[in-house]
């Protein structure tokens, strides 16, 4: 027998056991050619990345707001969700800056729909190349319309063809204690929010935060595909977003000062961020108006912390699940955690442009 034929039955003994198949997909440099970017978007992008360092900085007083759908599933509704944010956008913009929330990667504890990339058409076909087309499309027509985006990087290779659309990234609470993930912030080119744990917990996000501030080199894949070692300078915008947890929320006063606390000791810019959903409205989508009241009132008895804020919004209220007869699904319904309408939303989003428009300017830089 050839030295080749026994490689090929060593191989079949111990390589690839639990792998049905392979499919080559498209390199990032491919779709960036077949989907370009255009001026009027290259430049909208640019804008609202040095808006969100500037607020960061405390160069720019006002707060910036991550708003919008749990996860993208319906192209046509985000559509209809980015005109209206669009116009509440340019009303609050002398107080609050806001900032679509575009997630196309959802995070599974076990399985289930992991997002419109992972499974564009909702069915368990998994066209993953359809879906990377379908989603940067819609990032590109969303920076045409002039509205920032924001997304969950959660899959290590997906920025590669997604991240340069993408005015701030979110790790979520699962993925901030994972090194690839703080790896992969510490390249974005956009500043970069890592929530608290699961539990609670603080000192994971902090770790991140360290982590992602400094540089890395690691293995990933370059614009034409191919495996490279990357080499990153370090993400100077890495910062905290406040979740919740399993004990409860978050949000209140007393925590925004641990967290300080726990900023200043470990060297990082205080910087915080709350997200209005998960365990902060106690899973409740309905509450996330009452986090955001909370909000305004420590700012407006003094905190200077606090510099942007994150909430779950669809057209409609509520959520759905994924029916077999696709045509039963209700529009602009979030298919997985529940969301408050858009007239909630905007109502939220101008009581608190209201109760912080003679505020904000005088926060200390």
């Known amino acids: 027998m050839s030295s080749d034929s026994n490689n090929a039955n060593n191989e ?60 993208i599933h319906d192209v046509d509704a ?11 956008a340019e009303e609050v913009a002398d107080t609050l800056y806001i900032v679509m929330r575009v997630y196309f990667e959802k995070p599974r504890t076990t399985v289930g729909w992991k997002g419109l990339i992972n499974d564009p058409y909702l069915n368990d076909t998994f066209k993953i190349q359809e879906g990377l087309h379908i989603g940067r499309k819609l990032l590109l027509d969303i920076a045409d319309i002039g509205l920032p985006t924001s997304t969950e990087a959660l899959d290590p290779i997906s920025p590669q063809y997604m991240q340069d659309c993408i005015a701030w990234s979110a790790i979520g609470a699962r993925t901030t204690e994972s090194q ?59 910062h905290v977003v406040l979740r919740g947890g399993s004990n409860g929320p978050n949000f209140d006063s007393v925590h925004i000062e641990l967290t300080e606390q726990a900023l200043s000791k470990a060297g990082a810019a205080n910087n915080i961020m709350v997200d209005c959903s998960h365990a902060n409205s106690s899973k409740e989508p309905e509450l996330q108006p009452k986090v955001m009241e909370d909000i305004s009132n420590q700012i407006v008895v003094g905190n200077q912390s606090i510099v942007g804020l994150m909430i779950e919004s669809n057209i409609n209220k509520g959520n759905q699940s994924i029916p077999a007869d696709l045509t039963k699904l209700s529009y602009g319904v979030s298919v997985t955690d529940g969301c408050i309408d858009w007239d909630t939303t905007a109502t939220a989003i101008r009581n608190m442009r209201d109760r912080l428009k003679d505020v904000l300017p005088s926060r200390k830089n």
């Open 78 to 88: 985000a559509i209809d969700y980015a005109h209206r944010l669009k116009a509440l």
């Open 180 to 238: 690839t993930h703080r790896e992969m912030a510490s390249g974005l080119s956009s500043a970069v929010g890592f929530k608290n744990g699961t539990d609670g917990g603080l000192d994971v996000a902090m770790n991140a935060i360290q982590s992602a501030q400094n540089p890395h080199r690691f293995l990933g894949i370059n614009g034409e595909g191919q495996v490279a070692i990357i080499h990153t300078k370090g993400n100077p915008y890495a």
């Open 12 to 71: 079949k003994l111990v390589d690839n056991l639990n792998v049905e198949s392979q499919e080559i997909l498209i390199t990032p440099e491919q779709l960036k050619t077949a989907l370009p970017m255009s001026a009027k978007a290259a430049n909208s992008i640019a804008e609202s990345r040095e808006v969100i360092r500037n607020i960061l900085d405390g160069n720019d007083p006002r707060l910036f707001v991550v708003v919008g759908p749990c996860s």
